[in-house]
């Protein structure tokens, strides 16, 4: 089964910095999807990034970029200029492709991010 | 564009009770997923429905059931509810497009939050 591993619980980030959120992958599939989601204290999941395993190119949105190293299966997030409105838990998740496994998300643990004004 | 809406917002049950949450999808979405979330166990895949049939299901008893209607809304059932129970119960819908599920993405409504007494 696959499984989606977030080794930091909590990060903290003066507002205006960069940080980089972790996430760890395990899957024998080659062609496979990734996603980060954040979740404000709303409680509303919203798709920040995602990447397609077959693109070698890194994904970018906006402020938002993926660091995503298929061979050590690793897909990190990087946040620049981090504002308040960021802070939020970030959930770092895989999906199989289509036909395959379970087709819901598999999520990892999450990280919740502070930002100190 | 309307986004995925869940309702109701909060539930209060009672331990042996049955719960039944709603979903609608966002317009033209064919497939709704159900996910838990719980504290301390992280969010998890719990059902798939699509085009009016369960496509798979994550690791839940039967207890955990649903149904997806003709217009893509969805239904989802505990039966017999247990303390465990008590989470908060995302639904999120995806767009198929060609056969092919457009990136894969999924799109998460606000949640439902069970309590079970």
């Known amino acids: 089964a696959q499984t989606v591993t977030q080794s930091q619980p909590e990060m903290s980030v003066q507002e205006a910095e960069t940080v980089t959120l972790s996430c760890t992958y395990d899957t024998s599939e080659s062609d496979y999807y990734l996603f980060w989601y954040k979740q404000p204290p709303s409680r509303q999941m919203i798709l920040v990034i995602r990447q397609e395993a077959y693109k070698q190119q890194n994904a970018t949105e906006n402020r938002f970029s993926v660091n995503f190293q298929k061979a050590a299966k690793s897909f990190s997030l990087k946040i620049s200029d981090s504002q308040l409105g960021d802070a939020a838990m970030y959930f770092c998740?895989?999906?199989?492709?289509?036909?395959?496994?379970?087709?819901?998300?598999?999520f990892g643990k999450g990280t919740h991010l502070i930002i100190q004004p | 564009e309307a986004g995925v809406t869940q309702s109701p917002t909060h539930l209060i049950k009672t331990r042996g009770q049955q719960a039944t949450l709603r979903c609608s999808p966002i317009s033209g979405h064919t497939s709704v997923y159900w996910y838990q979330q719980a504290l301390g166990l992280g969010l998890q895949f719990l059902l798939w429905?699509?085009?009016?049939?369960?496509?798979n299901r994550g690791n839940f008893p039967p207890r955990f059931s649903g149904r997806q209607f003709p217009n893509y809304s969805s239904e989802l059932n505990v039966n017999a509810l247990e303390l465990e129970d008590s989470a908060l119960y995302l639904c999120?819908?995806?767009?198929?497009?060609?056969?092919?599920?457009?990136?894969?993405?999924?799109?998460f409504g606000p949640g439902t939050r069970l309590t079970v007494l």
């Open positions: 429905y699509d085009e009016g049939e369960e496509r």
């Open positions: 999120a819908s995806s767009l198929k497009r060609g056969g092919f599920y457009l990136y894969n993405e999924q799109f």
């Open positions: 998740a895989y999906r199989d492709p289509p036909g395959g496994g379970a087709d819901g998300l598999t």
